[in-house]
């Protein structure tokens, strides 16, 4: 009987999906949530990989991740990164295709310029206008920026927990948890040179005169 209900439901969302609008109470309540076994969402590589890194003031966030949907004609409308600091502001990279229209490579801008190509990034791929077929993954780099420093509680190495929120177009969210290395090699940098004395240059000692 429960695997009866199990494939009256399965076919039911498969109906939505289509585009016809059914009502499904298991799906129509005060939160929705995709599935759990319909989005299969997991960090690769290394563990430098997946880092929140200082970048200016603020920090980078770049978290190598591998997609894939076991839903028909799925599609992202939205997504988000829960951290476990509050965020004034958040922002995802662009598609630089979308930004100038012939660049090819996603920036973090600054001081210093941090560059990845695009065929690596997977932010432009998260768009409710490209659905995914049933078993479709994608893979790489999604980038981001916040303009809060990563907080004193943790410091170069640690990792961080956080969240990877994801929206389908019917508003229904998918949460998959992340571990994100803290790199705080820049701040610890910037902190050296700020503490190295100047010692004396060219210009600091004034020219010997000479005695005939």
């Not at 009502?23 to 309540?29: K, L, N, Q, T, V």
């Not at 690769?44 to 770049?62: L, M, V």
């Not at 705080?184 to 210009?203: F, Y």
Request: aromatic residues 12%; hydrophobic residues 35%.
């Amino acid at each position: 009987m429960k695997k009866k209900l199990v494939d009256d439901l399965a076919v039911a969302r498969r109906i939505r999906a289509a585009g016809c609008s059914i009502p499904i109470a298991e799906d129509d309540g005060e939160r929705r949530y995709i599935p759990t076994d319909g989005l299969r969402v997991y960090q690769t590589g290394g563990i430098i990989e997946s880092t929140a890194f200082d970048w200016g003031y603020g920090t980078g966030f770049k978290i190598h991740l591998v997609i894939t949907s076991n839903i028909s004609n799925f599609a992202v409308s939205h997504f988000e990164l829960e951290l476990p600091w509050k965020q004034t502001y958040f922002q995802w990279l662009e598609d630089p295709l979308v930004i100038d229209g012939h660049s090819r490579l996603y920036r973090f801008n600054g001081r210093n310029i941090l560059e990845f190509e695009r065929s690596e990034v997977i932010n432009h791929r998260l768009d409710v206008t490209r659905p995914f077929s049933s078993g479709e993954s994608v893979r790489g780099y999604l980038l981001g920026f916040g303009y809060d420093a990563i907080p004193a509680g943790f410091p170069h190495g640690a990792m961080i927990p956080a969240f990877l929120i994801l929206y389908n177009q019917l508003a229904h969210e998918f949460r998959a948890p992340l571990k994100l290395w803290a790199d705080r090699s820049q701040k610890n940098l910037r902190r050296s040179q700020s503490g190295v004395r100047r010692k004396g240059g060219l210009l600091d000692k004034r020219d010997p005169i000479p005695r005939g």
